[in-house]
């Protein structure tokens, strides 16, 4: 995949995220008055709030991690590259606080009856936790590498036809009349 596609593909992809996890939270309308009961009345067993946040949180760290790459092409890449047990830890920990948000809103009876809390508990299990994995893998695979042509000359690659020697006698030049004495 093109780097510029795939980097526009992920951008897209947490975009989505965010804003399904948005309208969900939401329940598809008043979103100014959602975030104000939310944030003034809030409780851990009667909130679906930490799930929107986690949304924002995966898309921080996306959207950040894709003006690091853009920003320092060679290093951004190799630290994607070498930093998938993070993620996975982060995936791992937002699955768990996830159940743990279940568990807690469970003694609710009336929540649990509402069909917006399943779509952003699901979405947030399921959905976005391998979303946030798969966004981070097609980073690591984005080769924004400049290309040049022509010889390679500080390369690590060498290549046999630019070791050959000019003169076609591996450079040593042979003297007939040569005594070994300096005149």
């Keep these: 995949m093109l780097p510029a596609i795939s980097i526009i593909f992920v951008t897209v992809l947490s975009l989505v995220d965010l804003t399904l996890t948005t309208v969900t939270f939401c329940h598809g309308v008043q979103f100014d008055e959602t975030f104000s009961h939310a944030i003034a009345e809030y409780s851990f067993t009667s909130s679906v709030f930490e799930l ?15 003006i690091g790459i853009c920003v320092s092409r060679g290093v951004g890449i190799s630290k994607v590259k070498n930093s998938n047990r993070p993620i996975l830890a982060i995936c ?24 917006w809390f399943w779509g952003l508990w699901g979405w947030s299990l399921v959905g976005s936790s391998p979303l946030l994995f798969i966004e981070w893998k097609i980073l ?44």
Excluded: Y
């Design 92 to 115: 791992g920990l937002q699955c768990m606080l996830t159940l743990i948000k279940l568990l807690a809103i469970s003694e609710k009876e009336h929540i649990l009856l509402d069909k």
């Design 52 to 66: 929107w946040c986690l949304s924002i949180i995966r898309t921080a760290i996306i959207l950040g991690t894709l």
């Design 140 to 183: 690591g695979k984005v080769n924004l590498a400049r290309r040049v042509r022509g010889l390679n000359i500080n390369g690590n690659e060498v290549k046999p036809e630019e070791c050959e020697s000019l003169l076609g006698n591996d450079g040593k030049k042979e003297d007939k009349n040569n005594t070994g004495k300096f005149l």
